[in-house]
């Protein structure tokens, strides 16, 4: 079974603070993680191929660097590593990720099975490439998706809804995007990483990938950032400190005066 | 472009009954279609959509595109897709507005790619741009580090997808009248590549985070698993439910289905009572639109204090517990 996992390499967001004068990221070493829910969508190929066999392809698309999230895909078992990156790709909406991730999804030679990607990226949190390149691909799709196991005609997997979850039975080949709850991660195996170290990654670019002129990078994207704020902050707020008694005291009675208990 | 000046909620429903986020949609949307000049619609692929019709014009819809199929009975992302698309091909609105439930999750980001529509998740906040006439669509990135407003100005439908509980749902009146638009859309064609073949409802305790007026939620600064049981304590004699933020889900010290944030829950409840929590904004997102919050952390400098009506600095394992005897009080 060929399985292929789209990896996304985000800043640790929890690390990430913002310039209230200058309303801009402190990104300055703030270091970079494969996005986290990628990691059980890796993690679910791992269990796939452990169990049924076969091979795990890892794809990104980003800058350069991006290939540090690869080889760490790789020292956790991946077989195969692509990176998609070229300067004309650069300032992609989702729309135009989708279309250029599944350009390089149909130049993988090897048929493929199933792809899987995290439910969503923890930098955007948009969850919209996942459904995005199924639907370029030409695969059906299943969202939020917490087991899934082979079955004849293709895959029956649980996803998760507001409620419980629903059961499905989805054709190979297939896209699935991968909620956190599915698996518990593996550590990274020494042998295999020591070898990712070596592995050679190809990057695919503009030139391996021929796409639409109009449909990448800036001109392929609807959407544009407008404007960029920091959250607002409340300014008729009363803090109250001193003997724990005494201040719950004066609360609830500026609750009450408030009428709000 | 020209385009038919519509704006759309997709008017989500499985089995006959309507998803709560339909009716924040359509409250915002009227606020939409009020300062732009366009008619406010909802898109209802179903079974049998007469018995929901009232409640969509109740809650200000103008029009209904009525788009029965057995097959549209439940969701299914081909089938709903293809309507979905079929309609903006041949009416060409404005702007669609979805839940950011998991089906308008699956649904809207295939459609926008079925077309060229722009799309843009989770929005926190919609004005509208009465001199370029373009949404204005305001979310939080980065873990909710910052607030970004994405626009859409050359390409349409413009589209967004809005969290529960991020609007407030308000009716019109109570015998609402409007158009019904009964449209076909051939499914035949479509082969069927995905069936659902079982959906489980599960009981999850009695934590109802979405619906409740009180929420008392821990952080890291509880401490550990069993000090949780102040946070219910204070929860159960207000009679709310306990939150928790990722940091304490992570750590294992309460179930996920209490977390509040950009990963957990949105919840909206009348008074929110943060106690240490240092206020991560991927947190905040979560929370921030409650009616009155109040934050309880030794730290003076913590961020939660930003978004405050109310702080308390010092320490919760005596404040938490204060303050649930008190109310005690008050009560008896």
Redesign the interface.
């Known amino acids: 079974m060929n399985i292929v996992v789209c990896i996304k390499q985000v ?1 640790d ?2 690390k ?3 310039d209230r004068e200058t ?1 801009r ?1 402190n990104r300055a070493g703030v270091p970079s993680i494969i996005n986290p829910f990628d990691e059980n969508a890796l993690e679910m190929a791992l269990q796939l191929k452990d169990k049924h066999g076969g091979k795990v392809t890892v794809l990104s698309m980003g800058p350069p660097q991006a290939e540090e999230a690869l080889r760490t895909a790789l020292s956790l078992g991946a077989d195969e590593a692509i990176l998609v990156s070229d300067r004309k790709f650069g300032g992609a ?3 135009a990720t ?2 250029t991730l599944s350009l390089a999804l149909k130049k993988i030679e090897d048929p493929i099975d199933l792809i899987l990607f995290g439910k969503q990226a ?11 390149v ?3 691909f030409g ?6 998706v917490k087991s899934c196991e082979v079955i004849d005609s293709g895959f ?1 997997v649980q ?13 190979k080949p ?1 896209a699935l995007t991968v909620v956190k ?1 599915a698996n518990e991660l593996r550590m990274p195996n020494l042998r295999k990483k020591l070898a990712s170290k070596k592995a050679v990654i190809p990057t695919w670019g503009y030139d391996d990938l021929n796409p639409e002129d109009e449909k990448i990078g800036l001109s392929g994207s ?10 607002p ?2 300014l ?7 003997e ?2 005494e ?3 004066e ?2 009675f ?2 009450r005066e ?1 009428k ?2 | 472009m020209s385009t038919k000046k519509e704006i759309w909620v997709y008017a989500e429903q499985e089995n006959g009954k309507l998803a709560g986020t339909v009716f924040e949609l359509l409250s915002e949307g009227r606020k939409l279609a009020k300062k732009s000049g366009f008619t406010l619609c909802a898109v209802l692929p179903c079974a049998d959509g007469k018995p929901m019709h009232q409640e969509l014009f109740n809650y200000g819809a103008k029009k209904i595109y009525n788009v029965e199929d057995p097959k549209l009975d439940t969701y299914q992302n081909d089938y709903c897709a293809k309507v979905v698309h079929t309609l903006i091909e041949s009416e060409e609105p404005e702007i669609v507005l979805y839940g950011a439930s998991t089906i308008g999750r699956s649904l809207a980001p295939t459609v926008a790619v079925m077309g060229w529509a722009g799309l843009t998740a989770d929005c926190t906040e919609l004005d509208f741009d009465t001199e370029r006439e373009i949404l204005l669509q305001t979310r939080p990135a980065f873990g909710g580090n910052i607030m970004a407003t994405i626009i859409c100005p050359d390409h349409r439908p413009q589209m967004a997808t809005v969290r529960s509980n991020v609007f407030k749902k308000e009716t019109v009146g109570d015998a609402e009248t409007g158009e019904v638009v009964d449209v076909t859309v051939d499914l035949s064609g479509i082969r069927e590549r995905m069936k659902r073949i079982d959906s489980v409802v599960e009981e999850v305790n009695t934590v109802d985070l979405k619906a409740a007026d009180f929420i008392v939620s821990g952080g890291r600064g509880v401490g550990g698993p069993e000090n949780f049981d102040k946070i219910k304590a204070l929860a159960n004699v207000l009679g709310g439910a306990v939150g928790a933020s990722r940091a304490t889900v992570d750590a294992g010290w309460i179930s996920h289905h209490h977390q509040v944030g950009q990963t957990g829950k949105t919840v909206c409840p009348l008074i929110y009572i943060a106690c240490g929590i240092s206020g991560a904004i991927q947190h905040l997102a979560g929370m921030q639109s409650a009616d009155l919050i109040i934050a309880v952390n030794k730290d003076a400098d913590a961020p939660i204090f930003d978004v405050a009506d109310f702080g308390l600095v010092g320490d919760l394992h005596e404040i938490v517990p204060e303050f649930t005897k008190q109310i005690q009080a008050l009560k008896a």
């Open positions: 800043p967001s929890d990430v603070t913002i309303n990221l909406d989702t729309w989708s279309y923890i930098d955007g949190d948009t969850a919209q490439v996942g459904p995005g199924a639907h370029f695969v059906p799709m299943i969202t939020y029956k996803q998760v809804t507001d409620h419980g979850y629903n059961v499905w039975e989805i054709e297939a709850e609807p959407t544009k950032v407008n404007k960029v704020f920091a959250p902050i409340k008729n707020k009363e803090i109250l400190s001193g724990p008694a201040m719950v005291k609360l609830i500026k609750l408030k709000v208990i």
